[in-house]
Structure formats: C-alpha cells, structure tokens
C-alpha cells in the first residue's frame, strides 16, 4: 500500500489517538479506518446532492402543497388501518 505524510493538527491527533484508545487499535491504524470511512460517507454524500441538483435543473420536483398533501394522505390512511 502507497504511504502519504498528513499533517494533523493538535486537536485531531488527540481526537485520534482518544477514537484509538477506546477501540483498542494504534492511532494509524484508527487513522486507516477514519479516512475511510469518512471518504465513504462524502462520496455518498457528493454523488446524492449531484442527483438531486441534476433532478432540480430537469424539473423533476413536487411543490410543498404537493408533498404536505401526500403525507397527510398517508397520515390518514395510518389513523384508518389502526381504527380498524
């Protein structure tokens, strides 16, 4: 596996080391994990926020009075199953 140098700061070093700590793992080795992860999460989290931004500029949207409507629809239908 390739090797990088990252310059952390105090406060994210102790953080690490406190994650580490608590997981019972090396601080790089928590490092690996976090970097990880986290770049999981962003992915995620870019890829999505593009979806939606490309559904935005296609017209693919519903108004509020839409949506409030739609779940009140869906609230009602809930009241009714559990009257039942």
């Known amino acids: 596996m390739p090797t990088a140098s990252l310059a952390l700061s105090a406060q994210l070093s102790r953080r ?3 994650l580490a700590q608590a997981a019972g793992r090396t601080p790089e080795s928590m490092l690996r994990f976090v970097i990880r992860d ?3 999460y ?3 989290a870019v890829k999505n926020i593009n979806e939606g931004l490309a559904d935005i500029e296609a017209g693919r949207t519903h108004s509020a009075q839409d ?8 609230r009602s239908a809930r009241r009714d199953k559990k009257a039942a």
């Open 38 to 40: 986290g770049l999981d």
């Open 67 to 74: 949506v409030r409507g739609h779940f009140a629809k869906r």
């Open 16 to 18: 690490i080391e406190k």
């Open 42 to 44: 962003c992915e995620y």
